[in-house]
């Protein structure tokens, strides 16, 4: 059956939306390099095999701090040269490579001590590197990444071992610190990244609901990007150094995103049963997704042949005598079972230690971590498990005191938000070019005068300048992270300054609800948190259009 003319226009307009989406997510790729290049150690990626023996495997990827450490400048990087050509000698030579073949035959990670061989200085560097085996799916090994950092220097003097471990202790939470304010920051630009595409696709998917079977994919497109919306939002919250606070969680809806999302892509079909009436777990729902999301993923890595796994969560009423850890009470009951190798018994009770893993391209800490995020939440994680046939992980959580019951998921739940139609002038503040000229696109349409700029200093004077002729915007959008001058909330605080009753709305991706209030004090009306849809944009629009002066 052929396509009517209106379809056949139609298509090609989403297929250039998609495209232009695609070229904005090619640009996390950018902004992945510059997270490797705030990263302290050396990270270096080389070939799974060397095509020169002499040369060694062949440096397919440097950070910044690889380079330096080996000499050479961030900008040329050590991409091209042997692994070999980077040690001190023959014999330290000798040593990596057998840590590589240590790496693919047990366990997947190795390491060891060469001397890093400067290219400007004379004296090698005593250095420990840390060799991982990276396999796909199917086994196959892709490649090699080593993790470089200078030996640390052994000091016999007792007097300075407390110091030392001050030392240790200062440096470890530096660097948590580093490391949250990173994926902050990482968070944040991809939000960035993903706001002009949710923006334009959320109200692409309105104009074409003639076409159903177009706007179907669309709709597909959409939930993916919401998902990555919660993704980046989560990220942000887990990155904070303050502990959230357990509350009720819809653990049927959170196994639904996280196991499709865990599941992505992979040859294993994960089959997700849930209890009628399923209980509420009290639960931090950031750390719970994080937990299930390792146990699927070490379900399907032990089977790199693909089949079948059950996910399935129950309501568990402990007796008044407890159960180990687990007080009396209700519980909810969650089980991740795979059919593949198993772990044999001696391996159990080691499973949860910091050193011990049994996967190949694991590190050992993410089922230690998993452990001490359900002990966090008042629960239980326990294993059980036989070689060849599979493995059992059982999670138990308190349940809130209700009966429990959960609405299902329909698709009016990704459904993107309605267009709202107003009049107004809007002044957007932002300086993500794209993302700018689509709002400014989405208002024009409905109904709005926009006017727009991207830092806080032409803000300030355009809007002293409507000001003055008596025709001030009815909402500012305000992004908090300009580049360069004045920040989002500097140029709001002048605009308040200059006119008390400009109705300013926060604008960023690294806004999360507990702070929201804070910006609501120092004088915003509202907060639009990053990537919103075009519906969200227009709803909050007209609503503080449509307000009362507070003077």
Request: net charge negative; aromatic share 4%; with cysteine.
């Amino acid at each position: 059956m052929t396509s009517s003319p209106s379809t056949s226009s139609a298509t090609p307009a989403a297929i250039a939306e998609l495209e232009q989406g695609l070229e904005h997510l090619k640009v996390a790729n950018y902004y992945l390099r510059v997270a490797l290049d705030q990263v302290t150690e050396g990270v270096v990626i080389v070939e799974s095999e060397a095509s020169d023996l002499k040369s060694g495997q062949k440096v397919l990827f440097s950070n910044a701090a690889a380079a330096m450490l080996a000499g050479a400048t961030p900008e040329a990087g050590l991409r091209g040269m042997g692994l070999n050509d980077l040690v001190a000698d023959a014999k330290d030579a000798a040593t990596l490579q057998h840590s590589l073949r240590q790496a693919v035959e047990h366990g997947g990670c190795h390491e060891c001590e060469c001397q890093l061989q400067s290219l400007r200085a004379q004296t090698p560097v005593p250095s420990k590197w840390r060799v991982r085996a990276v396999f796909n799916s199917m086994r196959k090994l892709l490649n090699f990444t080593i993790l470089i950092s200078p030996a640390q220097v052994a000091t016999t003097a007792a007097s300075a071992k407390p110091a030392a471990e001050d030392l240790d202790s200062q440096s470890a939470q530096m660097r948590k610190d580093n490391l949250a304010a990173l994926a902050q920051g990482i968070a944040h630009d991809v939000n960035n990244l993903l706001g002009p595409v949710t923006v334009r696709l959320s109200a692409l998917i309105q104009q074409v609901q003639d076409h159903p079977a177009l706007a179907q994919e669309l709709q597909l497109v959409f939930a993916g990007l919401k998902r990555a919306k919660q993704f980046t939002s989560q990220v942000v919250t887990a990155s904070k150094s303050s502990p959230r606070k357990l509350e009720a969680t819809d653990v049927a809806s959170l196994l639904s995103d996280t196991v499709e999302f865990a599941g992505a892509g992979s040859n294993v079909h994960v089959c997700v049963r849930n209890d009628e009436n399923l209980r509420q777990a009290v639960a931090d729902p950031v750390k719970l997704s994080q937990v299930l999301q390792n146990l699927v993923m070490n379900g399907i890595q032990a089977m790199p042949h693909g089949g079948y796994m059950d996910v399935q969560a129950l309501n568990h009423l402990v007796g008044p005598a407890g159960d180990g850890k687990l007080k009396p009470g209700k519980h909810v009951q969650i089980i991740v079972r795979d059919r593949g190798c198993g772990i044999p018994k001696e391996n159990l009770d080691r499973l949860f230690r910091e050193s011990f893993t049994t996967k190949a391209d694991g590190n050992g800490i993410g089922l230690t971590t998993c452990k001490r995020f359900i002990d966090e939440m008042g629960g239980d994680i326990r294993v059980t498990s036989t070689p060849n046939i599979g493995t059992e992980f059982t999670v138990y959580l308190p349940a809130t005191a209700g009966s429990g019951g959960t609405r299902p998921l329909t698709p009016a739940d990704s459904a993107p938000v309605p267009l709202k139609h107003g009049k107004g002038k809007v002044l957007i503040v932002d300086d993500e070019d794209d993302l700018r000229k689509v709002a400014h696109m989405i208002l024009t349409r409905c109904g709005y005068e926009v006017v727009q700029c991207d830092n806080g200093q032409d803000a300030v004077r355009i809007y002293q300048s409507l000001f003055r002729t008596g025709t001030p915007p009815d909402v500012v959008l305000m992004d908090l992270t300009l580049r360069g001058g004045m920040n989002g909330t500097e140029t709001a605080a002048e605009i308040l300054h200059l006119d008390p009753d400009a109705r300013v709305v926060c604008t960023s991706g690294s806004v999360t609800e507990e702070v929201q209030m804070i910006f609501l004090e120092r004088g915003f009306v509202g907060v639009l948190p990053k990537p919103y849809e075009a519906g969200e944009l227009t709803q909050m629009v007209h609503r503080v259009a449509t307000m009362m002066k507070r003077h």
